[in-house]
């Protein structure tokens, strides 16, 4: 599996931001697949797919599952490390809008 925690660097505004990838993103990157051809074998929309990834929304058990066998991972890790990554955006989003 890949580092949990992995980052990457975005652009917003002219701002160079550290964003946290999400675990189901960062298998798909490892593997060179699109959120287009995961999407389709997952048989779901890819506007969900990104709404998982960005942690926008919390994955089901069911979809956990299936990612984990795509990609030959343990499904508990890969809910670990994916419940850890929807618990952390949470907080920052808790801050930011000082919940």
């Given at each position: 599996?890949s580092?949990?925690?992995?980052?990457?660097?975005l652009f917003?505004?002219?701002?160079?931001?550290?964003?946290?990838?999400?675990?189901?993103?960062?298998?798909?990157?490892?593997?060179r697949?699109?959120?287009?051809?995961?999407?389709?074998?997952?048989?779901?929309?890819?506007?969900?797919?990104?709404?998982?990834?960005?942690?926008?929304?919390?994955?089901p058990?069911?979809?956990?599952?299936?990612?984990?066998?795509?990609?030959?991972?343990?499904?508990?890790?890969?809910?670990?490390?994916s419940?850890?990554?929807?618990?952390?955006?949470?907080?920052?989003?808790?801050?930011?809008?000082?919940?």
């Amino acid at each position: 599996m890949s580092t949990p925690g992995r980052f990457y660097f975005l652009f917003e505004g002219g701002v160079k931001t550290l964003k946290e990838e999400h675990p189901i993103r960062s298998l798909r990157i490892d593997r060179r697949m699109t959120q287009f051809q995961l999407s389709k074998i997952l048989k779901i929309n890819q506007a969900t797919l990104s709404a998982f990834e960005t942690g926008a929304i919390h994955i089901p058990n069911h979809i956990i599952n299936e990612v984990a066998r795509i990609f030959k991972v343990s499904n508990n890790e890969l809910r670990e490390q994916s419940d850890n990554f929807f618990e952390r955006k949470k907080e920052e989003l808790m801050k930011k809008y000082r919940f």
